[in-house]
């Protein structure tokens, strides 16, 4: 019905022109967003969204997992006591873990939370790789939900019990596609405040941090 | 062309007034929340999940730079050409959406307006698309012309 030709008798100069003048367009376009995407992400939270380059890639949303030295505790995901909102805070052991807001998407979380969660059991933490990945080596206290099977599975993932706590995913890093995947079937089936942690499994390994091997006891 | 009124200068510049503000308002109503809009883009379950900030971050500044380019008359027909293209796609995703059942917020306009893909959605689409590709076409060339070349500038004209 639309599939009339883009450019009809009115272009003598061919099809590369009229793909050299839109590429034109696009670029200009995409320069811009991605100048403006910087500004905000060097500004405040909220604004702009983390995008694929260096090794952080395609995290979800532009809310990087606040933290609260402070203590407060604060639930509203904009507030940040943070100038760079990637920045994951380090805190000391004794430190409050960082907030993992509810905001019907998932957030994006670095290895230093995550290895908060991980010793104060804070979060339910999911692999979401293949189950003998999972066996040859995992996050101490993390369950394995390979994507594969629970795809399918919408009763499993609404049924899965976080203990109120937040969850955070990871899977074998790279673009991490798996635990994206899974974060927003967790969305879906009703879950909130969930995390995905993108250099997963590697990242984890490389940082030093403990690792445990066998079955989902 | 059979409906040369079509194609008379006014026409064509309607179109591409009326092309530029509804992407302008498009691109803007996207910026003002980035983040809602790649969920929004998520819904559609139509790319890869890692590509869906990155179109989240482009797509509203391309289409303000095609509103500036074809309200200014700079570079306009590039900017019809590509504001066409971005329709027809932007069409197809809301048939796909339609057709697969999915009952999503369209974010057609960012969060602005809380349209549900549809029917009249496509209606819509179909519409602008028409617009569009009357700012395409642009012009009718003059008689001593050969067919087919596109308009001079205005300011080329009158020398």
């Known amino acids: 019905m639309h599939k009339s030709p883009i450019d009809a008798g009115s272009n003598p100069a061919g099809a590369g022109a009229v793909l050299r003048g839109m590429a034109l367009v696009c670029f200009a376009g995409s320069g811009l967003g991605f100048g403006y995407n910087a500004l905000g992400l060097e500004s405040r939270a909220g604004w702009g969204v983390p995008w694929i380059g260096h ?155 403990p690792i445990v091997e066998g079955q989902t006891p | 062309m059979s409906a040369l009124w079509l194609r008379s200068a006014r026409v064509v510049r309607l179109c591409e007034i009326v092309t530029g503000v509804i992407f302008a308002w498009a691109g803007l109503s996207k910026i003002g929340d980035l983040a809602a809009f790649a969920v929004q883009i998520h819904n559609f379950r139509i790319m890869p999940v890692t590509l869906e900030n990155l179109a989240a971050i482009t797509l509203p500044w391309i289409e303000i730079v095609i509103a500036l380019s074809l309200i200014l008359g700079i570079r306009s027909r590039d900017a019809a050409r590509t504001a066409l293209a971005l329709l027809v796609v932007f069409t197809l995703a809301v048939v796909s959406a339609v057709a697969r059942g999915l009952d999503i917020e369209c974010g057609c306009f960012g969060t602005a307006d809380a349209s549900h893909v549809g029917w009249l959605k ?7 698309i028409a617009v569009a590709f009357v700012a395409v076409l642009g012009p009718a060339p003059a008689a001593d012309r050969v067919p087919g070349v596109g308009r001079l500038e205005t300011g080329d004209a009158r020398t």
């Open chain 1, 55 to 209: 090794d952080r890639l395609a995290a979800l949303t532009t809310e990087a997992v606040v933290g609260s030295n402070d203590g407060s505790g604060s639930s509203d995901p904009h507030v940040t006591q943070n100038s760079d909102p990637l920045a994951i805070p380090s805190g000391g052991p004794g430190a409050e873990l960082p907030e993992i807001p509810a905001l019907g998407r998932p957030v994006q979380i670095e290895v230093a939370a995550v290895k908060q969660y991980v010793d104060a059991a804070g979060a339910l933490v999911i692999d979401a790789r293949e189950a003998h990945e999972y066996d040859a080596g995992h996050v101490p206290g993390a369950i394995n939900l390979p994507y594969d099977q629970v795809a399918t599975d919408r009763q499993r993932l609404e049924q899965l019990d976080t203990g109120g706590r937040p969850i955070v995913i990871y899977c074998g890093g790279g673009s991490c596609e798996l635990s994206l995947s899974l974060a927003w079937d967790l969305v879906y089936a009703g879950h909130d405040r969930i995390a995905v942690y993108m250099g997963g499994y590697p990242e984890w390994v490389d940082a030093g941090h």
């Open chain 2, 122 to 128: 496509i209606a819509e689409n179909l519409g602008m």
